[in-house]
């Protein structure tokens, strides 16, 4: 089941679904929220979406509130260390109550990402890695512990302090996409350069779609483009903005080899050539054997944090 957000388009309000219902607040609430900011901005996007989740996933403006170098000093002046971490975990625990009792998701993970690494989050179905991505994102609040993004305490900000830590840093790919079915394949690549303020979406978004493999899909939109495509679009989606920090939830979950191949190809070409840090869920043994190191989680707690000779 899906949750729901507004997008505005020129004069146009679009109902879209976006979110798992578990995440969503009401459309209406993020939709007075969001829109009255842009319109006291008086910023004239071609397009204005409206969401706590995914849409400030897809990119804030760039001009919004304080940089994150003013926010959080640590960035500029922490020891090399800080600088160093680009995620860390702290006794991170997830909690939801049942009308049974209280089902605990995650237990104390405790761990950290250096810049630039490269890290394969495996495990059996249901042993909480969506939910540790999404907690970890900061799409999704943990019952305890923290998450800090590049000394950015998550826990600290309110939602739209988080919202400018993801756009500002964040890619993130869905396990199931969550790509905007009113959008064509073009426009929801696009998406995140409008929002943010780019004055070319289109250009960055049909020369990565053209990466990905889909330079002949542009114009089609999610419902007319088989799994494996709407998983490209997603991971274009999600690199679009260069992001400093990829988070991808089974990147490679419904793609044949040879697409598989490419689309790890490019994942390992942006860690290499831009430094950007990867946390991939997978369960594709090639993918992980790719990543610089595996951790394992079952039952919701971290079982093992292991590194490959190399
Ligand atoms: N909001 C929620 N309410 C109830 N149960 C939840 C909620 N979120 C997650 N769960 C449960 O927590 C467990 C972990 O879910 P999660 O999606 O993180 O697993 P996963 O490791 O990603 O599995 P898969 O490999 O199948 O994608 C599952 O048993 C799921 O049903
Ligand atoms: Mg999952």
Not at 102 to 115: A, K, N, P, T, Y
Not at 130 to 155: K, R
Not at 264 to 282: R, S
């Amino acid at each position: 089941m899906q949750g729901s957000m507004l997008v505005h388009r020129g004069g146009e309000a679009l109902m879209v679904a976006m979110m798992p219902e578990r995440d969503a607040r009401p459309a209406a609430h993020r939709c007075a929220g969001a829109c009255a900011r842009a319109a006291r901005r008086g910023r004239a996007n071609r397009w204005h979406a409206c969401a706590g989740l995914p849409t400030d996933i897809l990119a804030a403006p760039a001009s919004e509130g304080t940089s994150m170098t003013e926010q959080h000093p640590t960035d500029s002046a922490a020891p090399a260390i800080a600088i160093a971490t680009a995620l860390a975990a702290r006794s991170l625990g997830k909690r939801v109550k049942l009308p049974d009792g209280e089902l605990v998701i995650l237990d104390g993970v405790d761990f950290s990402v250096e810049r630039g690494e490269s890290v394969a989050v495996v495990g059996p179905s249901g042993s909480g890695k969506s939910t540790l991505l999404s907690l970890l994102a900061g799409l999704d609040v943990p019952s305890s512990g923290a998450v800090t993004i590049d000394g950015a305490p998550l826990s600290t900000l309110d939602e739209d302090g988080r919202a400018r830590v993801r756009a500002a840093r964040v890619g993130f790919v869905f396990q199931n996409f969550q790509l905007l079915p009113s959008l064509t394949a073009l426009e929801n690549v696009m998406l995140p350069l409008e929002l943010r303020g780019d004055a070319d979406a289109e250009g960055p978004a049909r020369a990565i779609l053209a990466r990905v493999g889909l330079g002949e899909r542009l114009g089609h939109y999610p419902r007319q483009l088989s799994g494996g495509e709407q998983q490209r679009v997603a991971v274009a989606r999600a690199f679009v903005t260069g992001p400093s920090l990829l988070f991808a939830d089974e990147p490679t979950g419904n793609l044949d080899t040879a697409t598989g191949q490419a689309i790890i190809e490019l994942l390992f070409a942006l860690n290499q050539d831009a430094g950007t840090t990867l946390v991939l869920v997978t369960h594709d043994e090639h993918l992980a054997g790719r990543c610089r190191r595996t951790l394992r989680i079952e039952g919701g707690r971290l079982v093992a944090d292991t590194r490959p000779a190399t």
